[in-house]
């Protein structure tokens, strides 16, 4: 037979509390366009593209290249190429991560998420495959005020540059 102490109890409690108020909560489920098997997005994606697109993580900030780029062209999602944003709304937010000021008509989805039972944020998904992208915070550049914070690791960039 086991035993527990009262201590025992109360920190398996909160490591149990802390433990699920880490994961985000959302309000509701989403139907999408494209839909695949956890099985076919492993095939089709890399190792880090599912796991951000499709486990929700978040690559290390500063590790894509995506963050740097400048050249004029579209910044579409990995999982299902759906255009997403346009390089005239990209600035250097100096966070490591892709930023945009807005997301091109129709591209992208939003939820609500509530982590650590308290702290609020609003997750970006595309519209088209449900993918994770990243974040959008109310601390950005004119005209919207809105930063799209996002792994560089869930786009692919096609430029319109002539070559």
């Given at each position: 037979m086991v035993t527990f102490s009262r201590r025992h109890f109360a920190w398996g409690g909160a490591s149990a509390l802390a433990a699920s108020a880490a994961a985000p909560t959302t309000a509701r489920a989403e139907?999408?366009?494209?839909?695949?098997?956890?099985?076919e997005w492993r095939r089709l994606?890399?190792?880090?593209?599912?796991?951000v697109l499709r486990?929700?993580?978040?690559?290390r900030?500063?590790?894509?290249?995506?963050?740097?780029?400048?050249r004029a062209g579209t910044f579409h999602c990995a999982g299902c190429d759906l255009p997403l944003f346009s390089s005239a709304a990209k600035f250097d937010s100096g966070t490591g991560w892709p930023s945009f000021w807005q997301p091109l008509e129709?591209?992208?989805?939003?939820?609500e998420e509530t982590t650590l039972l308290v702290f609020k944020q609003t997750e970006v998904?595309?519209?088209?495959?449900?993918?994770?992208?990243?974040?959008?915070?109310?601390?950005?550049?004119?005209?919207?005020?809105?930063?799209?914070?996002?792994?560089?690791?869930?786009?692919?960039?096609?430029?319109t540059a002539n070559g």
């Amino acid at each position: 037979m086991v035993t527990f102490s009262r201590r025992h109890f109360a920190w398996g409690g909160a490591s149990a509390l802390a433990a699920s108020a880490a994961a985000p909560t959302t309000a509701r489920a989403e139907t999408f366009e494209v839909t695949r098997s956890d099985a076919e997005w492993r095939r089709l994606l890399t190792p880090a593209q599912y796991a951000v697109l499709r486990k929700h993580e978040t690559e290390r900030p500063g590790s894509s290249p995506l963050d740097g780029e400048k050249r004029a062209g579209t910044f579409h999602c990995a999982g299902c190429d759906l255009p997403l944003f346009s390089s005239a709304a990209k600035f250097d937010s100096g966070t490591g991560w892709p930023s945009f000021w807005q997301p091109l008509e129709r591209a992208i989805g939003t939820k609500e998420e509530t982590t650590l039972l308290v702290f609020k944020q609003t997750e970006v998904h595309c519209r088209r495959c449900g993918g994770h992208l990243g974040h959008v915070f109310n601390d950005g550049p004119k005209p919207t005020g809105l930063r799209y914070c996002m792994n560089g690791v869930a786009m692919k960039f096609t430029s319109t540059a002539n070559g």
